[in-house]
């Protein structure tokens, strides 16, 4: 992986995973429903999502090798770390700040439908 590259993009999903349950489980949020939008957002059967968590697959592996990204991520929108996630124009680091705003959304108590913007 080139220097030029978010450090991120390394990182695994493993090491990052536990910090949104946390997120969700403060808010009476679960563990469950983490991972329903981990799938929801790539695809990924459940059995996939732990393998892929077990593996410490990095973050752009992670989406670069989704089954499905859902189109319907595009209707995500928010800021997150400061940016709109809408306006990233970089796949990974969208698909990354995507994911973080649907878990601060479930954080926030909103509801499930919403969050996986079921019509």
Request: with cysteine; hydrophobic share 35%; net charge neutral.
């Amino acid at each position: 992986m080139s220097d030029d590259k978010p450090w991120i993009y390394s990182q695994s999903v493993a090491s990052v995973y536990p910090h949104y349950v946390a997120k969700a489980e403060k808010k009476g949020r679960s563990k469950r429903e983490v991972d329903e939008i981990i799938r929801w957002l790539t695809g990924y059967s459940q059995r996939q999502l732990n393998s892929k968590l077990k593996a410490e697959t990095d973050f752009e592996t992670f989406f670069d090798t989704a089954p499905e990204l859902n189109p319907n991520r595009r209707l995500v929108v928010g800021v997150v770390c400061g940016v709109r996630v809408e306006q990233i124009e970089e796949p990974t680091m969208q698909e990354i700040r995507c994911l973080d705003e649907l878990v601060d959304e479930l954080a926030r108590g909103k509801a499930m439908e919403k969050i996986l913007r079921t019509p």
